[in-house]
């Protein structure tokens, strides 16, 4: 095992709990007892754990995925019965984990976020504060998504997602998933010729295969959803494992390379702000640049983004509002902090466009800049 100090674990809903609803309060007493030989060796563990939805299930008013609602009004039914199963859940999730690290001499504790909490930058510094301190103490902060308080259109997806941006935040040195097959494989699990992979260093070449395109049965999430997020957190420089939760010491055999596969990082770290801007932020807008710059940002070259580079602006956004940057086919190249709102950038756009050539040469690039680089990140 390399030298790790923190990890970040995702757990599975295939994981933890049995069709019925009902926690496998055995592999959850096995998964906390690897956790804790890591915490013996000094090592700081951080939990984005899934279950909470399918543990609602054992309930007998709510068995029936189809239970009565009388109060749905304009509310989506479906995301309603699953805040619901959530909200009943939860509290089982916790309560499941804390009596089992107790056992062991630990505690955790409970972080239900959404995904404004991450998008909002004063909210996820204060986020990334607060689990900073509770690592300092030695308490397992256990994360996941607060459906009670999501909508539809502002969620995470999946805790895969949820995980990459936790990992990303606290900069972990790995991060490793959990899930109900031994890694990723060549072709779909179930067949008999397939053969686990115990590395994979270029993630493009499986994203159109179609074996990985599908949402699993009991969660969210799915192998792409992984693939993805193996992907940008290999470029933030973090590495990741994907294996089966179900083996004996699983965390530590992924952590030792034993099982599962392995996505190594690129060398170099991204800074905290860049980090954020590539993982947790969301959008208002779309700057739309010319071929010459998005030709540079497309091979990571670093660039800001001048007057001179913008084609077309989309959205209304205020100044220092997140805007993705994108090619004429609407390719997303990356996001960054823009410096004017929506209406000024298109009048100085249009302004520089009018000027002669000649005294568009005495104008410094500085002061044209619209995105600068050090507000900039690679998607």
């Known amino acids: 095992m390399t030298k790790i100090n923190r990890v970040t674990i995702k757990i599975g809903t295939a994981v933890l709990t049995k069709l019925d609803g009902n926690s496998s309060q055995e592999v959850i007493d096995s998964l906390v007892d690897d956790v804790a030989n890591l915490k013996d060796k000094g090592i700081q563990v951080v939990i984005i754990s899934s279950g909470a ?26 995301i309603l019965r699953e805040q619901i199963l959530s909200a009943v859940g939860q509290p089982k999730l916790m309560a499941a984990y804390s009596a089992s690290f107790e056992k062991r001499g630990y505690h955790c504790a409970q972080l239900l976020v959404t995904r404004s909490d991450f998008a909002d930058r004063k909210f996820y510094l204060s ?52 899930t109900n097959v031994d890694g990723v494989f060549d072709r779909p699990p179930n067949d008999r010729k397939a053969i686990r992979l115990s590395e994979i260093s270029d993630v493009d070449q499986f994203l159109s295969q179609y074996w990985v395109a599908g949402r699993s049965l009991s969660g969210k999430g799915g192998m792409r959803s992984k693939l993805l997020c193996a992907e940008t957190l290999a470029s933030l420089g973090i590495p990741m494992s994907i294996g089966s939760g179900l083996a004996k010491r699983p965390i530590t055999r992924l952590l030792r390379g034993e099982s599962g596969t392995f996505f190594p990082a690129a060398e170099r770290k991204e800074k905290a702000s860049k980090v954020w801007l590539a993982t947790a932020s969301v959008p208002s807008g779309n700057i739309i640049v010319s071929t010459y710059l998005a030709e540079l940002l497309r091979h990571k070259r670093a660039a800001s983004v001048l007057l001179a580079g913008i084609e077309e602006i989309r959205g209304d956004f205020n100044k220092k509002d997140v805007v993705k940057i994108c090619d004429d086919d609407q390719a997303v190249l990356g996001c960054g902090l823009v410096r004017f709102d929506s209406q000024e950038l298109a009048d100085k756009v249009k ?10 040469a005495q104008i410094k ?7 600068h680089y050090n507000d900039f990140a690679f998607l």
């Open 365 to 371: 690039a500085a002061d044209t800049i619209a995105v």
């Open 127 to 178: 986020l990334r504060v607060v689990t900073e301190e509770l690592l300092r103490l030695g308490i397992i902060p256990i994360f996941n998504e607060n459906d009670v308080l999501t909508a539809e259109e502002i969620n995470f997806g999946d805790n895969d997602q949820l995980a990459m941006m936790v990992s990303a935040m606290l900069n972990t040195d790995q991060l490793v998933v959990l």
């Open 53 to 78: 939805v399918n543990l609602g299930r054992s309930v007998p008013e709510l068995k029936d995925r189809h239970f009565k609602l009388e109060q749905s009004g304009k509310f989506n039914p479906e």
């Open 351 to 360: 302004q520089y466009r009018a000027l002669p050539d000649e005294e568009k």
